[in-house]
């Protein structure tokens, strides 16, 4: 960026006076995304403890494939990428590691 040596250089007090605009600018654009946030919608709103007894999930379970490795530490099903370490008992990801 070119700097301009010749300009007249800013007081504390004009850099002051800046930064408040610019504070002030910045609140109000986050009090008009709060105020769109606040609209009512009662359609989606799921209540805790509300009743889902009769609701059934379907969910496809795949096994670990050929390139997957299972975590020894936080059980999760991770890529061979994802390997850091792996002795005959353990599989260890780079995450636990």
């Known amino acids: 960026m070119a700097t301009d040596y010749d300009a007249p250089r800013k007081t504390d007090e004009d850099l002051a006076e800046e930064s408040i605009e610019e504070l002030k600018g ?3 654009k986050t009090a008009t ?3 769109e946030l ?3 919608d009662n359609e989606s709103l ?3 403890g ?3 007894s009769g609701e059934q999930l379907t969910v496809q379970v795949l096994p670990a494939q050929n390139d997957e490795f299972t975590c020894s530490r ?3 099903v ?3 990428s994802l390997l850091a370490r792996h002795t005959r008992r353990e599989w ?3 995450d636990c590691a």
């Open 26 to 28: 910045a609140h109000a």
């Open 46 to 48: 799921d209540l805790p």
């Open 33 to 35: 995304r709060v105020a």
């Open 74 to 76: 936080c059980f999760l």
């Open 50 to 52: 509300a009743d889902l």
């Open 78 to 80: 991770q890529h061979r």
């Open 92 to 94: 260890i990801c780079k």
């Open 38 to 40: 606040d609209e009512p």
